[in-house]
Nanobody, 127 residues
Framework: QVQLVESGGGLVQDGGSLRLSCAAS????????MGWFRQAPGKERQFVAAIKYNSDNTAYAESVKGRFTISRDNVKNTVYLQMNSLKPEDTAVYYCARDRYMRSSRLSTVRSTYNLWGQGTQVTVSS
């Protein structure tokens, strides 16, 4: 069964840190770029970060640059999102997603490029 399962969300105070994980199964994880998106209540799902299949390139939304770091372990079939200096506006459900194209040379920030999604994990930052 092809699936992505996120974990690591929770409640944290303003300025705190969390590390999200996304474990992949049933797919050739090392051949696909992976992304993180988030969706706050009443808002559209938005891009957060992405990493190329071989980790040689990453991309971030402006709002998280310098605070979040995406990484991956192709042996463990897992992608991570280290989130530091969290702010209340980071509160959202966080989703990991797989790029639809195998071994793509570009890194996409567009939601429609990703065709496999996890169930999401809630991150709440209190002020």
């Amino acid at each position: 069964q092809v699936q992505l399962v996120e974990s690591g969300g929770g409640l944290v105070q303003d300025g705190g840190s969390l590390r999200l994980s996304c474990a992949a199964s049933g797919l050739t994880f090392s051949s696909y770029a992976m992304g993180w998106f988030r969706q706050a209540p009443g808002k559209e799902r938005q891009f957060v970060a992405a990493i190329k299949y071989n980790s040689d390139n990453t991309a971030y939304a402006e709002s998280v640059k310098g605070r979040f770091t995406i990484s991956r372990d192709n042996v463990k079939n897992t992608v991570y999102l280290q989130m530091n200096s969290l702010k209340p506006e980071d509160t959202a459900v966080y989703y990991c997603a797989r790029d639809r194209y195998m071994r793509s040379s570009r890194l996409s920030t567009v939601r429609s490029t990703y065709n496999l999604w996890g169930q999401g994990t809630q991150v709440t930052v209190s002020s």
